[in-house]
């Protein structure tokens, strides 16, 4: 990947997340610092969709005793 750089990040990871990210790195044959940068960049799209739904962070927070709401919605608005 190649990108011009503004700043140079210095992180520290413990050795298994080092691992598990190198692993994961080299199935995608991918250097370590570009699976880090997309990562990055993904978690950038990801907030900056959440921006623009208020409702998106709610999603999956809400418990609700009634599965069938969407087959039979008339009996929960009377």
């Not at 503004?6 to 699976?35: G, R, V, W």
């Not at 069938?68 to 919605?73: C, F, H, I, K």
């Amino acid at each position: 990947m190649v990108n011009k750089m503004a700043k140079i990040l210095t992180i520290q990871l413990s050795d298994e997340l080092e691992s598990k990210l190198t692993a994961q790195a080299k199935k995608l044959n991918l250097s370590l610092e570009d699976l880090i940068l997309q990562s990055l960049s993904q978690s950038v799209k990801q907030e900056n969709i959440s921006e623009f739904d208020p409702i998106l962070p709610l999603i999956g927070t809400l418990k609700f005793d009634n599965s069938d709401v969407g087959e039979n919605p008339d009996q929960y608005l009377r």
